[in-house]
């Protein structure tokens, strides 16, 4: 069993950066997946970039590419979302999830936390 929190989110204006970060806890895992997705109002849950935990492979949605960059930082099972040039498209719930297998899809993950609202201003 893995508990993930968020934080990070905020206010923001269009071309400003943002770092949201997930904190992992409960039970260890390793050789695991996760990911970052988000939602806005009445949209469905949209990938946006997941990693290889144990090989730091990422990969990410095309939207975001160029701009958002996925990390970990092993010893502290926390990973993070550097978000750059946002733009108000951007807005939305924030998630962090837990996945067996290296995947975009919402149906992949297993535990999710509670997201972190990011609202980016024109």
């Known amino acids: 069993q893995v508990q993930l929190v968020e934080s990070g989110g905020g206010l923001v204006q269009a071309g400003a950066s943002l770092r949201l970060s997930c904190a992992a806890s409960g039970r260890p895992f390793s050789n695991n997946y996760m990911g970052w997705f988000r939602q806005a109002p009445g949209k469905e849950r949209e990938f946006v970039a997941a990693?290889?935990?144990?090989?730091?492979?990422?990969y990410y949605a095309d939207s975001v590419k160029g701009r958002f960059t996925i990390s970990r930082d092993n010893a502290k099972n926390t990973m993070y979302l550097q978000m750059n040039s946002l733009k108000p498209e951007d807005t939305a719930d924030y998630y962090c999830a837990v996945a067996t297998k290296f995947s975009r899809e919402v149906a992949s993950y297993t535990y999710w936390g509670q997201g972190t609202q990011v609202t980016v201003s024109s």
């Open positions: 990693i290889w935990w144990s090989v730091g492979l990422t």
